[in-house]
């Protein structure tokens, strides 16, 4: 964990989501602005574990913090279906 809080940024988060997936905000108020590391996640239900986890990444793709330039955050991709995960866990 780094040594200090993460500064306050207001975030963007897309009025509209890929079917089937929602956004699960954590540490963010109501405007959208957060000084927490984790801030939330994406949800998304599909017919199968790979549509599911692309919905998701497709979802979190929508997110961007308001700075300029606007910057993406960053976001686990080990926490998936563990068949599905895109880097390995470190050890």
């Not at 993460?6 to 602005?33: L, N, Q, Y």
């Not at 927490?36 to 549509?51: D, H």
């Not at 979802?59 to 960053?74: E, K, N």
Request: proline share 12%.
């Amino acid at each position: 964990y780094p040594n200090s809080p993460a500064p306050k940024r207001t975030m963007k988060i897309p009025p509209h989501w890929p079917a089937g997936c929602e956004w699960i905000p954590s540490g963010v108020d109501a405007g959208g602005t957060t000084s927490a590391g984790r801030i939330g996640g994406v949800l998304c239900a599909a017919e199968t574990e790979e549509k599911a986890v692309g919905g998701s990444y497709a979802g979190v793709a929508q997110i961007c913090f308001d700075s300029t330039p606007a910057s993406a955050p960053h976001y686990r991709k080990d926490v998936c279906f563990p068949q599905l995960n895109k880097e390995p866990l470190a050890r």
